[in-house]
């Protein structure tokens, strides 16, 4: 059986990450750099869910299809994670890159208390850091939501609290750790990496967001290093958006979640 090579599989790294958060942080970056150049960082405005047409049906499809294409690279990723060699009717895990990651219902009810505590851990002090950013001047001011009141408004920023939790919790931790190890790195290295990737690309918020982002990043890498599960990881981090951007299109409070 080929095994694919070191080369190969830096390769592969690249291209998913030029196809999903790695040219997020790119653009994160530059827009940083942007706000930073025009005004202090406090005076910056950073919003989340944007309207993309001044016509109900046609927003509506836009969002959905931001959502759908979103999604795209965690098929890849799930692609490239599933052995293909694995024989016909072998009862083995190894195959499936759902089990592989953890990324199925094998156990939900454990999954989903976990995922509620891991919420708790970070949700409550992301707050906290939200304010001292802002406080410190280094934090923009961030709007989780400003799409107009529909009624698809609620369910439409629910499926994108979804769909970011699974693209960066599946690709961000699951995939990039599995391809690091096997790249011979050192757990601590790995997941130093994986939550500085995180953070960069959120820094369009701040400084503070960079932050917090990393603390989550090494939080959830940990974890995930201890359990082989990742849907834990994607229930908090979908609790987490929920909360905002929900929270904030009902109430009008910004929040500092990404």
Same mark, same amino acid.
């Given at each position: #059986? ?47 869910? %944007? ?6 049906? $046609? ?28 024989? =016909? ?17 094998? %156990? ?16 409550? =002090? ?62 601590? #290295? ?25 603390? #989550?990043? @090494?939080?959830?890498?940990? @974890? ?6 990742? #849907? ?15 929270? $904030? ?10």
């Amino acid at each position: #059986m080929l095994v694919p090579s070191r080369r190969r599989l830096t390769f592969e790294v690249w291209i998913v990450l030029g196809l999903s958060l790695g040219q997020s942080a790119v653009y994160s970056v530059v827009q940083l750099l942007d706000k930073m150049t025009r005004a202090p960082l406090a005076e910056g405005t950073s919003t989340l869910n %944007r309207s993309q047409s001044t016509r109900e049906y $046609f927003d509506l499809t836009y969002q959905l299809l931001d959502i759908i294409f979103a999604l795209v690279p965690v098929l890849l990723v799930l692609y490239f994670l599933t052995d293909q060699r694995q024989a =016909p009717g072998d009862a083995g895990n190894q195959g499936s890159a759902f089990r592989k990651l953890g990324f199925n219902f094998a %156990r939900p009810g454990k999954d989903a208390v976990q995922g509620l505590g891991l919420a708790a851990l970070i949700g409550i =002090p992301s707050l906290g850091l939200y304010a001292a950013g802002r406080a410190l001047g280094i934090t923009t001011a961030i709007i989780p939501s400003a799409l107009d009141a529909y009624w698809w408004t609620v369910p439409v920023l629910v499926l994108s609290a979804v769909r970011h939790a699974v693209v960066e919790e599946v690709i961000v931790v699951g995939y990039l750790l599995n391809r690091f190890g096997r790249f011979g790195w050192s757990v601590p #290295m790995a997941i130093a990496v994986s939550s500085v990737l995180r953070g960069s690309y959120h820094l369009y918020q701040g400084f503070g967001p960079f932050i917090g982002n990393v603390v #989550m990043g @090494i939080v959830f890498a940990w @974890i995930y290093t201890r359990t082989k599960r990742v #849907m834990p990881l994607v229930i908090a981090h979908a609790l987490l958006d929920i909360v905002a951007f929900v929270g $904030f299109s009902l109430f009008g409070k910004a929040v500092g979640l990404g």
